[in-house]
């Protein structure tokens, strides 16, 4: 009986963390002949299977799925085997769990950019062609896994290890790839991300992405209290920090952070995302008040929230 126990727990566990990432991979060269697309379909599949079954060297396996969609447009062949277009990566966490919270997927996306690609030769994912497209597919792949790998970080300690440190160190590598000046030219929005981490300029940013992300798993497993204890150190990241990229993050989080903030009554704080994110403030606004309005049916009739300045809401009826 107990083996059986045993079993069902290591079969309960595995289901839970499987740790499996997968790509899709799509290319589209709407001017491509016959032959040519034929090749590129072969090579879009090939190139697929080899980013699945890849060594991607996870540092935790305690999540259950990453989903990484790859878009190739390509508009013109520029010479042999070398075109221009662009990229889209949508990737991030999924889970077959319900969830109140969705998380959100992080999205990068590079235009006008020339790559090579070897129709001829299969795929290889290991490429130091700085122009390849597997190269620069690498390039982004690993940063979107430390993004990802960062909100996986455990944060119930002060200084916490951010997990995606191994993704970002693998990028400073691709520097010496660099060895032209036209390589550097169509490397520089990369080179510049490259240097930006360098500097640690993003690194509070990258410690609120942990926040949120914990924050929000604790909301869908139903442990709202321990999520309501993420507010104050994102609120303290976001009102201090004019490094954070506010537009993009708002865009990415404004959900996340709404239902965060409405776990906290003090008005402080969602008055202060409604300050700085206009964009979202019907969002937040209803939010706090549905959650504001279960506080206080719950609450004893002389405990509710008393109906003084502190805690009117910026943009309601006053």
């Known amino acids: ?157 002060k200084n916490f290890k951010l997990e995606g440190e191994y993704y970002y160190l693998q990028l400073y590598e691709f520097e010496n790839l660099i060895s032209s000046a036209q390589e550097r030219k169509n490397w520089r929005k990369r080179l510049e991300i490259i240097n930006d981490l360098k500097q640690n300029k993003y690194i509070r940013q990258r410690k609120l992405n942990a926040f949120i992300y914990n924050a929000t798993l604790f909301m869908n497993i139903g442990k709202s209290k321990r999520a309501k204890y993420f507010v104050e150190p994102i609120y303290k990241i976001l009102k201090e920090d004019e490094k954070v990229d506010q537009e993009t993050f708002f865009k990415n989080n404004y959900n996340a952070l709404s239902e965060i903030f409405a776990f906290e009554p003090d008005t402080t704080y969602v008055n202060f995302l409604i300050k700085v994110d206009p964009a979202h403030k019907s969002n937040y606004l209803d939010k706090f008040n549905r959650k504001n309005k279960v506080r206080n049916n719950r609450a004893p009739r002389n405990n509710k929230l008393p109906n003084n300045d502190t805690n009117i809401l910026e943009g309601s009826d006053r």
């Open 1 to 157: 009986m107990k083996k059986i126990i045993f079993v069902s727990i290591i079969c309960s566990l595995t289901l839970i963390f499987s740790n499996t990432i997968n790509f899709k991979l799509r290319t589209m060269y709407i001017k491509a002949d016959v032959d040519v697309r034929i090749k590129l379909n072969a090579f879009n599949k090939l190139l697929e299977e080899k980013l699945n079954s890849y060594d991607w060297k996870f540092p935790i396996n305690d999540f259950e799925h990453i989903e990484t969609i790859v878009n190739i447009n390509i508009e013109k062949s520029v010479s042999d085997d070398k075109y221009s277009g662009m990229i889209t990566i949508s990737s991030g966490l999924t889970t077959k769990r319900t969830m109140s919270v969705p998380f959100n997927k992080d999205i990068y996306n590079e235009q006008e950019m020339t790559f090579s690609m070897d129709l001829d030769s299969d795929p290889d994912l290991d490429s130091r062609n700085p122009s390849a497209i597997e190269t620069i597919l690498r390039f982004y792949i690993y940063l979107s896994l430390g993004e990802i790998f960062d909100k996986l970080s455990y944060t119930d300690q």
